[in-house]
């Protein structure tokens, strides 16, 4: 079997807090194929950007592991960290804010060329013009500033700046979070003609569920720092298990008039992610919740490919 462009086991996030420890990040397990895109959903503050994160070594894992082609990365310091982060990269939420206001357009594409230290000036003036060409900066903007172009333009500028080290493996963060719908499109078509075109390898971090099925092979569904269930994108969709996926499809908004999306409309209080106890986390909002789900839970894998993290998920 080919090995995997990104595996993560058991990877988990902590972090301090005056109230105890968040356990934003707790034991999360799967795999990334070559050329894939896994979308990540959940509610804001579930874990998933931070997730990614972790992933790429912006933040270190409070334990766990990390492989990048099959090579443990968890631990990586100074020159093999450097050139791990050459193959990961990160698209950011806010196209505005994670360009630096003082450096144009151009400047901001240079930048990780010239940090790298492994290419020419000639190389790198070559590479900033293909990069703003691949996706698709008119030359007429290449000495604007970021306050100066719309949403879509920055997220362009964004996505050049992440591919400039031809890397295999990027987190998509949000990226079109903040983008109008119509911009929506065109980043989400640019995106996925540049991974046919280079065969990059995809996390895609969301909460909008029409956007994930677009553009997702696999899909991670988070709940509180956990993984609550994980199939291909279309059974998903078509067979949704744990009950916190059936309560986000049913979210989605139906052009149907004469059949609309029965809502599932979840009640209770959520469970704080400070010191957790042991036991399903989504029980306390859950219609089926028993007193076995305060037990600790185990993912099983209830048909190929499709794990879910319920005990009860045998009689639902």
């Known amino acids: 079997m080919p090995v995997p462009v990104i595996e993560v086991k058991h990877l988990k996030k902590y972090f301090s807090t005056p109230r105890g420890m968040l356990h934003a990040v707790d034991d999360v397990s799967f795999t990334i194929e070559r050329g894939k895109t896994l979308g990540v959903v959940g509610e804001s503050g579930c874990g998933k950007s931070t997730l990614g994160r972790t992933i790429i070594h912006l933040h270190e894992p409070s334990a766990g592991q990390v492989f990048l082609d099959g090579n443990d990365i968890t631990g990586v310091r100074g020159g093999d960290l450097k050139r791990a982060r050459e193959k990961m990269q990160i698209i950011f939420q806010d196209p505005y804010s994670s360009l630096d206001s003082r450096k144009t357009i151009e400047s901001t594409v240079r930048e990780p060329l010239k940090v790298a230290k492994k290419y020419s000036k000639a190389e790198i003036d070559e590479k900033t013009i293909a990069l703003m060409n691949l996706v698709g900066i008119d030359e007429r903007l290449r000495q604007s500033y970021p306050h100066e172009l719309d949403g879509g333009r920055r997220q362009r500028v964004g996505i050049a700046r992440a591919l400039a080290l031809d890397p295999e493996f990027v987190v998509c963060d949000e990226p079109v979070s903040a983008l109008d719908v119509s911009i929506q499109a065109q980043v989400l078509n640019l995106l996925k003609k540049l991974q046919m075109d280079k065969g990059l390898t995809y996390m895609f971090v969301t909460h909008d569920m029409s956007v994930v099925r ?20 279309k059974e998903l969709f ?42 399903c986390r989504f029980a306390a909002r859950c219609p089926h919740a028993t007193e076995a789900c305060q037990q600790a839970q185990v993912q099983e894998e209830v048909s190929p490919g499709h794990f879910v993290t319920c005990c009860r998920i045998h009689e639902l």
Do not use: F, W
Not at 214 to 233: F, N, R, T, W
Not at 239 to 250: E, G, I, Q, R, V
Not at 256 to 272: A, F, M, Q, V, W
């Open 214 to 233: 677009h553009i997702s092979d696999d899909i991670c569904v988070m709940y509180l720092g956990q993984v609550v269930e994980k199939c291909p994108a």
């Open 238 to 279: 078509r067979m949704p298990l744990h009950p916190y996926t059936k309560a986000l499809l049913s979210a989605i908004p139906s052009v149907d008039i004469h059949h609309p999306n029965k809502r599932e409309i979840l009640k209770g209080e959520i469970t704080s992610p400070i010191n957790p106890k042991p036991g």
